[in-house]
């Protein structure tokens, strides 16, 4: 296999990319085009993330101030994206919605994380930080197969109902 290959193939399985395939494949053959961009969206910012880890920080390593603010960005760029993206009727917008309420948690966090390390020079948000970021990217995972749930389970109900 090619070098590129393989470093994509690397990247792709320590990202959330690799969980959110499934749901790309799934909504893309459903023609689901709402749930779909909801997902790609998710996608390419998990990736990006996953992809500009390493150099932030290497980038970073002596004063752990840039990666927190840029973390912080990235998170608020996403709200901004899926925001608009839920208004113009892109996306589903309860979807929008809940992946909002999932994520507002992760700016705060990591700007916490930042006041904590360098302002009060603590280590209360050393836990909390490690404890809670996984569960929000894993919310934001969940998130994105909410409408597979949804079609699942209101098909069942349709099914039922018809018996």
Known sequence: MPEWFESISRLLESSWVFILSPAIF????????????????????????ALINDYLKEFDSSTYIYRYVIWAFNDLAWMALIAYLGIKDKIYLWQCVIGQLVVISAPILQLFRLVDRHLWDLSYSTYIYKTLLPFINIGTVVVCYLPLVYFLSNKRNIASNEQ
């Open 26 to 49: 799934v909504f893309y053959l459903r023609k689901d085009h709402l749930a779909l961009r909801f997902v790609l969206v998710t996608a390419v910012f998990f990736f990006y993330g």
